[in-house]
């Protein structure tokens, strides 16, 4: 039976990590009079390293002009990451989001079903904050019955530590709960928890893989919306399956 469907938030409710993140970083980069510029190019493939922070010390591990020590790095990633996650609440709170095709018709859809609706994201607590305040209003809080974010889950995806947590939080098991993802390492993250998963492509993920997914496709809507019905059926083959 189908009690819950989890949420990933970067890229699946919004196009965050284009019209969000990625723009912050780059302002914040300017802002610190740094001459480092992420392109959509170089951005895609920085999306496999889970963490605004841990995306920057990454990138500086191949740039001759970031600093010599691993403190001094780790202190300059630190102060660009907040500054970035502040830029990204002015950028969201601005109105510079929106909801993905289909997320509030399914979101309402699970609602009036009494299906719960949960968060499960590696992002930081402020950006949610921010953008679902946007998105959703400033109750957006009571639409869903568990959020967990990078705080409560330190350990990013693609480990399940932030599934997990959303289970206990819905008070559901893993068989009973379907998840929405853009991204291969969330998809391994929802699959290790052992939740069935289904991937709506991101603007940075339209070519990749996902070995396992319940299905793949543009968007909620695209080609026809995707409806409970259809998840519980995939919810079902992957019980007859397992
Ligand atoms: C999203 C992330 C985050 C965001 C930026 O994870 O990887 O790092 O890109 O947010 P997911 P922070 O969608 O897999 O949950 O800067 O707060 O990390």
Redesign the pocket.
Known sequence: MLRALIW?????IAE??RDG?CVAFNLAFEEAGLAWRWSPDHYGPL?H???????ILHDMAQRADAPATAAEREALARAL?LR??AI?AERVAAGALSPRPGVLRLMDEAAAAGVQLGI?????G??VQALFSSLFGADWRRRFAAVV??EEAPQ??PHPQ?YLRALQGLGVVAGEAFAL???P??LL?AQAAGIACGITRSAFFVHDRYPGAAWVRPDLDTPTPMTLDAIRAGLSVKIRAS
């Open positions: 990933d938030v970067d890229g699946t965050t990590e993140h999306l390293v889970a963490g605004g922070r841990e995306r990451h970035k996650n990204y499960a994201t590696t992002t930081s402020s950006n974010c990078a990013l995806k932030v993802e853009d991204t390492n969330g993250a």
